[in-house]
């Protein structure tokens, strides 16, 4: 077995194996039934003739009612085993000659449901280990014959395909058979039979046209040989060529290679281009973080930031003013301080058309009914995605963070404006004393200056640049915490989405997988 | 003249019938469509060869020998003619472009096109001449020769079972075009699967046809016969006139004369006056018995596309219909505009003096007023702007949304049905929005906002706001009237829920001060409908992308009915022939 499952190239065909039955799973129903069952159906037969050993090499000789098959077995069997006639179509059982005795050919010919054997008592030109089959035709009347004929043609190691002059373009076996075998020249031989009723330079013709033909449906590598299974004209090339693949043994790995890239080919042809990236959710984020407002929140947060810095760092007058004076009516625009973020959530249409939209920029390249599955698994996701945005936007709980320079800066105003007020305060008394005559001494003097002056001075530009400073400071940290606030709540949405969507980066691995799986196939 | 005359009506008749034949185009067949178009082409071609037949009843018999590949057609018409006219030898296929064979004085009926009129004529006298045949059109080798019975054609048509469809094609042409067969097969071949569905078809339309059965070795020729004529009579119901050509040396592309010495009596035999009218008549009565039954079959299929049809039709009615309903859920939830409009509206509303300037609307306007009114809109009419701008965006953005999304479940639905999937494939440009659909649904939006200020118009005349100075308060509430549209929910008006804002109570004092709350309620149900109103007919034209190509490829309503009324009328008239 273990040197069973190895084919020419030391390849195991265990593996390949695998990956063709991962992908008839991934393909069902995203392609054609009757490409995945026929996909399905190499995976079994595989399985089952590699179960039967490599001890037998299994040719079949196939070809059109009239063309000479069982006489060609005949010939090959040096007995008159299968029937031959001149009435069409002529066998309806398949017959096989079973060249010498073989471990396990009862078993395989059990398999190939073919009850008709027949082992030569004398040697009759042909290895041991060589199971021949005459099958019955494939294009008369006896419809159930092509049935059989399918049968065996999917299951036997090496087809044998004996044409004549007559037919041998006929439509039906090379569009029927020979174009879903061209994964199979290395397994397949042509006998042109009946060359006996030609001239050589008609001989030479025909096979060189029928050369033509076969090298057209990609099997130019398959041999042909003109023979007359009547006269015995090229039978021994013939059986030298069978006994070569009976030698190598080879021929069933190789019929099953060939099963495997074709299979794979026929699955990838159902099978569109992959999608170039992973899953990018960003401009998910995006459209639900506009759905969502985050920016008017964000706003909002910002805002409530400016205010609580603004009233913390008021200078100790201003605040006591604050009371009694009000403030102006707030301004006739909108205010994000209205905004109320439990208010609402994302509109489900623009999630929806969102999800869509991702599932066609994934979806191009596939083919429709993936693309269809994508379409379906991201608007599935709709209402997930409604649900866990809600979430998210609920578990950002921002609150404007105080901070330190807060106070040292009311401070610093109320200082300014002390000194301002002191200094004004003085040069009022001194003013008054003035006008009333009263006596009074000089003030003391700084730098030649007089200290109520200094102060008043000092005081009133102190005040106006610290204001300016702290204007300028609230407007960085609002925006920073602006910024924050949005930052967390991307985040929280980009969870939500993440986990939204998750069914739909399933969905794109697998296809991805599928592609891998394909590519194993053909080893 | 007279034949002429007399059978004009069933001419006509058949014409007719063909012609509406043509326009079954199984367009929504999916994988059947070729099946059925072929179908629909035989029938078409034997209709053809009715009335070329029937308007020239004097012309001569065309025997048409048919076969499968490798049966020796060609040769046997070689020998019959007594040289080698058709191609022959190993290289399968020989025939590729078919050979007509007549006596000179009965040429005249072949060189114009009355008979096989889709064939190209090639004239040729003597040996074979290549002939391209990469060409498209079919090409027709027109022979004159002495030895051919007089009234008799011989074609010698291509193979029916090769690798070249071209082949079966042209002689699926001259078959249905033929009024005698003369079918080929080998000792090998008679069997055959193809072989015999062909004759199985001549003897349903009990077309004139004899057999020949040719490479049969000497000692097995009764066995073979015999075993044919029971093959025959049990799979193609027919007891034709079976002949056997012995295997012999071929000279010269001919066999010995005497192989042939049966076919030849009896085209000789056909010739005759009395045989040749009978055997037309005999293939033409059998054509038009089987022809009710073959238009039946079309019209089967004619009703299998009806069926799918209603299928296609169907995923597009639902998903609209489920569009529409979509429309109204949002407006109903009143996500189809931000929050922040609605609050910077509401705010506005209440604070710019409009209340106080709609006070004053009722009493004569002073001069105080109208300076007032001066200062405030500039103001005003920016915002206005600013909030009219963003509700279009809003409301703008969610109907192109749900047409996209209507898109894209009708290319899904289709896509699992084959006959759509092959419309979505022959016109991609149904998976693809619209290049104007933007436009279209901006235009539409803006297109209700002015029916709603010209319904505020309306409304407003009849109550206070006469002067013309209050078309700026006319604009504020026709705004106020948008947002309140959009802003109510659960399908209840403003007035009944209260207006479902944060300080909804602001734009609700302004509408009720200046229509009153019955028009208020009034206004806003019809701003409502008329928004419904040109969604559904932005459906409507995303509708006909679909049902415009749907309609293209569908059988036209009439065709089942026409065909049965075409047919029964050729079975009326075709008692002319006799």
Known sequence: MSELSRNKNGQGLAPRLH???????????????????????VRTNAGERLARGDAAVVVALAGGTGSGKSTLFNSLAGDDVADVGVRRPTTTDPVALVVGDIEGADSLLDWLEVRKRFTPERKIGLETGLIVLDLPDHDSIRTDHKETVDKLVRRVDVLLWVLDPQKYAQGLLHRGYLKDLRQHAEVQLVALNKVDELVPAEREACVTDLRRILASEGLGKVPIYPISATEGTGLGQLRSALTELADRRTASMQRIDGDLRKAADDLAAHLGLPPEKPLDPDPLVEVVGNAARVDDRAGAEAYRYTVAARRATRPPMLRALSGIVRRRDPASTFSPEDFDPEARDPSPVAVQHALQELSVRYGRGLTRPWRSRLREVALNASEPLQKLTSDALARVT???????????????????????????????????????????????????????IVLTVVGIVGWVVTRLVRERLIAVGAKRYGQWVRRAYHTEIAEAVKEAIAPLAVEIAAYQRLVEDLRAVVG | ????????????????????????????????????????????????????????????????????????????????VGRAVSRTGVIRPTTESPVLIVHPVDAHWFTDDRVLAEFVRVEREGRKTTVDTDDETARLQLIRDEDIPLGLALVDAPDIDSLSVRNRAIADALLDAADVWLWCTSAAKYADQESMRYLARAGAR????????????????????????????????????????????????????????????WLRELSGPLVRRSRRRQTMEGALDIMSADVAGLIAWVADETGTLGVLSDVINRTIAQSRHDFGNALDDGRAMRDEVLLRWNRFAGTSGMLALVERAGERASAWARSLMGALSGERAEEEEQVREAVAID????????????????????????????????????????????????????????????????????????????????NATATGAIIATLAQTGGLTGAEAGIATAAGAANQALLTRVLGAANMRWLISSARADLERRFTELLAVHRRRFTEVLAAAAPSPKLIAQLEERADAVQKVRSCLN
């Open chain 1, 19 to 41: 990956a063709l039955e991962r992908a008839v799973d991934a393909s069902r129903g995203m392609m054609p039934d009757e490409v995945v069952d026929r996909a399905a159906g």
């Open chain 2, 395 to 474: 409301v703008a953005s969610l109907a192109t949304q749900l047409l996209d999304l209507a898109s894209g479940r009708i290319v899904t639905e289709w896509g699992t049905i084959p006959a759509g999937k092959e419309l979505l494939e022959a016109n991609p440009e149904l998976a693809e929005a619209p290049p104007d659909l933007e436009v279209r649904t901006r235009k539409t939006v803006d297109e209700w906002q002015s029916t709603v200020v010209r319904l505020v118009e309306t409304k407003g005349a009849k109550r206070r706001l006469r002067a013309r100075w209050l078309t700026a308060v006319i």
């Open chain 2, 1 to 80: 003249m007279d034949e002429a005359t007399d059978t004009a009506p069933l001419v006509t008749a058949l014409r007719d019938l063909r012609h509406v034949i043509s326009a079954c185009s199984f367009s929504l067949s999916a994988d059947k469509a070729d099946e059925r178009r072929a179908e629909r082409d035989h029938l078409r071609r034997e209709i053809d060869g009715l009335i070329a037949r029937i308007s020239s009843l004097g012309s001569p018999l065309l025997v048409v020998v048919g076969g499968v590949t490798g049966s020796g057609k060609s040769t046997i018409v070689n020998t019959l």
């Open chain 1, 398 to 452: 921002a609150t404007p963070p105080r901070r330190s320079w807060w106070r040292p800066l009311s401070l610093a105003w109320g200082v300014f404006e002390l000194i301002a007020l002191i200094g004004i305060a003085w040069l009022l008394v001194l003013v008054a004393s003035t006008y009333l005559g009263l006596p009074a001494s000089d003030p003391p003097s700084v730098g030649g200056m007089s200290l109520p």
């Open chain 2, 206 to 265: 009990r077309t004139a046809l004899a057999v020949a059965l040719t490479r049969v070795d000497l000692e097995h020729v009764d066995e073979l016969a015999g075993d044919f004529r029971e093959k025959l009579a049990e799979r193609a119901s027919i007891e034709p006139e079976l002949f056997t050509v012995e295997t012999a040396r071929v000279i010269d592309e001919r066999l010995p004369r005497p192989a042939v010495g049966s076919i030849e009596r």
